[in-house]
């Protein structure tokens, strides 16, 4: 492996880093005033000006759906805007950049679940599915939802899904209840990519399929936004969804009836790769505000920064940091040279590792800042509480490691 970027990645983290400075970092304050007065206003579920104002500047800089990998962006460029036509491991060091602030990526149109739905469309979408939703996807008029889990169900097994998707004529009726549909509470949600059993008694494996729901389908009822550790995260928002005899045409199955995992297993590689590396972004900002915060605090006569507990953190934070990307970076090269099954073991470690890296260094530097740390004078809570989610998000740490274990055991079945 060649641990040195590309010429093209490191012409576009220097063109992400300075729009990100010029940019980004100077509309964090307006970003949570702008929410604060949407509250106030009643108008919660609103799409921010603040990000809104930014993207056209971001898609003239030719820093749009920089996420699409090349395989599909060269089969299927059906419009211009399509991204780079990065690989995975190009993408991943800009991916990091994007996750220093939370919201960042949306401004680029590379946010969850948007990438991995446009991903999904791009590979098992038929071309009337491209044409309606993809290619609106792509220009960031609208957005999407991925709708898998369930509350009934251990869900981190998706073949406990019980939801329906069932043949009638020229239709499926789709029937169930599903929840933490992320993106959803947008107003600009128009697609659902919902997953569902077609055949109960197929193989394990070959009962589940996908479908696409518009949002406005007969039917669907939004029931309630849910709160992350206290946020909601609107307008983009975490749902809980009914859907009740909801038809939609036979064509807006994707692939076929039985494929849902393959399908699942297509979307979610990639995905872990956006998310660990946006994760890693947040942890290194992390770091950054521990270190300014403890060299201009004193305590007991010296700074901060000269505790040995602090220098302690400060220097386990910085190897874990450099380890978590390295592995992240190893697993989307093998994505790129060997395909996401051959990466599997990689990927799910990254999966892993990347989520708790983030958590410890994210806790620690709330605890060099005190009380401040708690507060929104900072932004570390609210970094928390989205690292602390991704340890559920595209499966939980302890199916991940389950299938580590499996893989490592493996290797010595035979002797």
């Not at 239709?171 to 949600?189: E, F, L, Q, T």
Request: with cysteine; aromatic share 8%; net charge neutral.
């Amino acid at each position: 492996m060649d641990f040195d970027y590309s010429p093209r990645t490191q012409d576009l983290q220097a063109r992400l880093t300075a729009f990100m400075d010029r940019h980004i970092y100077p509309a964090e304050a307006a970003y949570w005033a702008e929410i604060e007065a949407n509250t106030r206003a009643g108008k919660r579920w609103t799409p921010l000006q603040v990000i809104e104002q930014l993207k056209p500047k971001a898609r003239d800089e030719g820093l749009w759906n920089l996420f699409l990998p090349d395989s599909a962006d060269g089969a299927n460029r059906t419009s211009g805007n399509y991204g780079a036509g990065l690989s995975n491991q190009e993408y991943a060091p800009l991916a990091e950049i994007m996750g220093r602030v939370p919201w960042a990526s949306e401004v680029f149109n590379c946010s969850a679940p948007d990438t991995g739905n446009m991903e999904t469309l791009v590979r098992y979408g038929s071309a009337e599915h491209k044409k309606r939703w993809l290619e609106p996807l792509l220009r960031g008029e609208i957005r999407s939802a991925f709708v898998m889990t369930e509350p009934d169900v251990a869900s981190s097994d998706a073949t406990n899904i019980e939801s329906r998707i069932e043949r009638q004529g020229d239709d499926y009726v789709i029937n169930g209840r599903k929840w933490w549909i992320s993106g959803a509470g947008d107003p600009r949600c128009a697609i659902y990519i919902f997953m569902g059993k077609t055949d109960p008694e197929a193989p394990r494996h070959s009962q589940q399929s996908m479908i696409l729901i518009p949002s406005d389908a007969p039917g669907i009822k939004v029931l309630r936004p849910l709160s992350v550790l206290g946020y909601d995260d609107a307008p983009h928002g975490h749902c809980e969804i009914t859907f009740t005899n909801v038809r939609v045409p036979a064509s807006n199955l994707m692939l076929g009836e039985g494929r849902g995992f393959e399908i699942a297993q297509g979307r979610l590689g990639p995905g872990r790769i956006h998310h660990c590396m946006r994760l890693i972004g947040l942890a290194e900002r992390s770091l950054e505000l521990m270190c300014r915060r403890t060299s201009a605090r004193v305590a007991f006569g010296r700074p901060v920064a000269d505790q040995g507990v602090t220098r302690e953190r400060i220097a386990e934070a910085r190897c874990r940091i450099d380890m978590a990307r390295l592995l992240t970076l190893k697993a989307a090269w093998m994505m790129d040279v060997a395909g996401n099954k051959a990466a599997k073991a990689e990927i799910a470690m990254i999966k892993v590792v990347a989520p708790n890296l983030a958590c410890q260094v994210i806790d620690w530097a709330m605890q060099a800042h005190g009380a401040a740390g708690m507060c929104e004078d900072f932004p570390l809570a609210y970094f928390y509480t989205l690292a602390r989610t991704l340890r559920f998000a595209d499966g939980p740490d302890e199916v991940h490691r389950n299938a580590i274990a499996k893989l490592e055991l493996g290797k010595y079945a035979a002797a």
